[in-house]
T-cell receptor, first 116, second 112 residues
Framework: KQEVTQIPAALSVPEGENLVLNCSFT??????LQWFRQDPGKGLTSLLL?????REQTSGRLNASLDKSSGRSTLYIAASQPGDSATYLC???????????????FGQGTILTVHP | KAGVTQTPRYLIKTRGQQVTLSCSPI?????VSWYQQTPGQGLQFLFE???????NKGNFPGRFSGRQFSNSRSEMNVSTLELGDSALYLC???????????FGPGTRLTVL
């Protein structure tokens, strides 16, 4: 059974700091990994999707890396801003014999607070 | 393109009642998935539909059911509601089952 763990559970940083969020998964047979952010009481916003064959993806100030063999992904946020405050979730999709298996398995999330 | 829409946004029911939640995916998306989010359990997979067929189902009791229509809109139904069913129910759509999942705002269900 796939288990996804995110460390730290909460993080508070001053504005402008670069930071790293960590995600680890127990079963390396993944199809892809996706990072989301969730604002309080809202749905999830997709940030980055990394296919299992890729090592990293970048979007603006965000960079996500994937090391499938070690079961790890990191989300790097450069020059953090108060608007980045949210819960960040990683989710993996299982690889079932070369095809994807619809279910996403989520971590518990990292609550990020960026203070001015 | 309009995003994923879910109706209603908020719902209050009493134990024993049933409820139907609706999800309209992004235009052109054929895959719809449902998730339940609670503070204790986090996000848990309910089911996934692709072209009107249920492809996967999570570990939820038979009281939870769903369906997808020919226009890709999806509904989920929960019968005989229990207090523990109080949660945020999220729907996600994608172009294929492996593509980026786009989530709706969710339906907040409260069972009294």
């Amino acid at each position: 059974k796939q288990e996804v763990t995110q460390i730290p559970a909460a993080l508070s940083v001053p504005e402008g700091e670069n930071l790293v969020l960590n995600c680890s998964f127990t079963d390396s047979a993944i199809y892809n990994l996706q990072w989301f952010r969730q604002d309080p009481g809202k749905g999830l916003t997709s940030l980055l999707l990394i296919q299992s064959s890729q090592r990293e993806q970048t979007s603006g100030r965000l960079n996500a890396s994937l090391d499938k063999s070690s079961g790890r992904s990191t989300l790097y946020i450069a020059a953090s801003q108060p608007g980045d405050s949210a819960t960040y979730l990683c989710a993996v999709r299982r690889n079932a014999g070369g095809t994807s298996y619809g279910k996403l398995t989520f971590g518990q999330g990292t609550i990020l607070t960026v203070h001015p | 393109k309009a995003g994923v829409t879910q109706t209603p946004r908020y719902l209050i029911k009493t134990r024993g009642q049933q409820v139907t939640l609706s999800c309209s995916p992004i235009s052109g998306h054929r895959s719809v998935s449902w998730y339940q989010q609670t503070p204790g359990q986090g996000l848990q997979f309910l089911f996934e539909y692709f072209s009107e067929t249920q492809r996967n189902k999570g570990n939820f009791p038979g009281r939870f059911s769903g369906r997808q229509f020919s226009n890709s809109r999806s509904e989920m139904n929960v019968s005989t509601l229990e207090l523990g069913d109080s949660a945020l129910y999220l729907c996600a759509s994608s172009n294929t089952v492996s593509d980026t999942q786009y989530f709706g705002p969710g339906t907040r269900l409260t069972v009294l």
